[in-house]
């Protein structure tokens, strides 16, 4: 995993990665990692990451493909003991709704008809909740 470089502004995911900022985790391996939105849409909101840090899809390196996939399917599996509907999408770039300029698919879980991307202000989850949904999807190891 490579670090931000000095002069980049500082980047959470890779924070979260280094371990210094919290995340409620759900998987992690050697080359990946899903934790909970901390501003989730709908509960269960998960984001899964690369831990090497790239800016957008077209930067990852064609040998790290496989294991990002793999990651995404599983974490989608587990979202699935939630609710089985919901939104895979990985926004690219600023004009696109790219807020943290890691490579992140977001994982929307949906209960209900209406549109995943609220239009309200999303509110940060709070602890309690973080622990219930990690009750259900199962919690990283370790």
Same mark, same amino acid.
């Given at each position: ?33 899903? +934790?909970?939105?901390? =501003?989730? $849409?709908?509960?269960?909101? /998960?984001?899964?990451? @690369?831990?090497?840090?790239?800016? &957008? ?8 493909y496989e ?14 003991r939630l ?17 943290? +300029?890691?490579?992140? =698919?977001? $994982?929307?879980?949906?209960? /209900?008809?209406?549109? @995943?991307?609220?239009?309200?202000? &999303? ?20």
């Amino acid at each position: 995993m490579a670090s931000p470089d000095r002069g980049a502004p500082a980047c959470v995911f890779c924070d979260i990665v280094a371990g210094r900022a919290p995340s409620h985790k759900i998987y992690e391996d050697k080359d990946t990692l899903a +934790f909970l939105d901390l =501003f989730p $849409i709908t509960r269960g909101h /998960t984001l899964v990451i @690369p831990k090497r840090h790239v800016d &957008r899809l077209t930067e990852l390196r064609e040998e790290e493909y496989e294991d990002l996939f793999r990651t995404l399917v599983t974490v989608c599996r587990r979202t699935e003991r939630l609710s089985p509907d919901y939104n895979v999408a990985v926004n690219q770039g600023k004009l696109a709704g790219q807020i943290v +300029f890691h490579l992140h =698919f977001h $994982i929307i879980p949906r209960y /209900t008809t209406s549109g @995943p991307f609220a239009t309200t202000p &999303r509110t940060r989850i709070r602890d309690e909740e973080a622990e219930t949904v990690l009750a259900a999807l199962g919690e990283a190891p370790g």
